[in-house]
Nanobody, 125 residues
Framework: QVQLVESGGGLVQAGGSLRLSCAAS????????VGWFRQAPGKEREFVAV????????YQADSVKGRFTISRDNAKNTVYLQMNALKHEDTAVYYC??????????????????WGQGTQVTVSS
């Protein structure tokens, strides 16, 4: 059982930066693969980035590659998503999700067992 809470969302101008946090409960968070997803109104939930339980491996969606960076601090039970050079199309509710150990479908929402409530990111033009 893992509970996730996202924070750090807000309103920023295009070209700006924002860092999202995903705080997790539990004592075994370090063993979980954690991903970030986003969902804009009327659109499907979209994969953004994922980090392995070890923190060694990361993967980003093509749409954010080079702009977003995922990292984790297992001592704080927290995963971060640093978002730079934000675009209007990045506007969405951002969710973090967790799955125990290594998963085969890290870029698919169905691959995750636990989800946070989401945090709104709005990028103005």
């Amino acid at each position: 059982q893992v509970q996730l809470v996202e924070s750090g969302g807000g309103l920023v101008q295009a070209g700006g930066s924002l860092r999202l946090s995903c705080a997790a409960s539990g004592r075994t968070f370090s063993r979980y693969t954690v991903g970030w997803f986003r969902q804009a109104p009327g659109k499907e939930r979209e994969f953004v980035a994922v980090i392995s339980w070890s923190g060694i491996s990361t993967y980003q969606a093509d749409s954010v590659k080079g702009r977003f960076t995922i990292s984790r601090d297992n001592a704080k039970n927290t995963v971060y998503l640093q978002m730079n050079a934000l675009k209007h199309e990045d506007t969405a509710v951002y969710y973090c999700a967790a799955a125990y150990g290594v998963i085969d479908t890290s870029n698919k929402a169905s691959g995750y067992d636990y989800w946070g409530q989401g945090t709104q990111v709005t990028v103005s033009s």
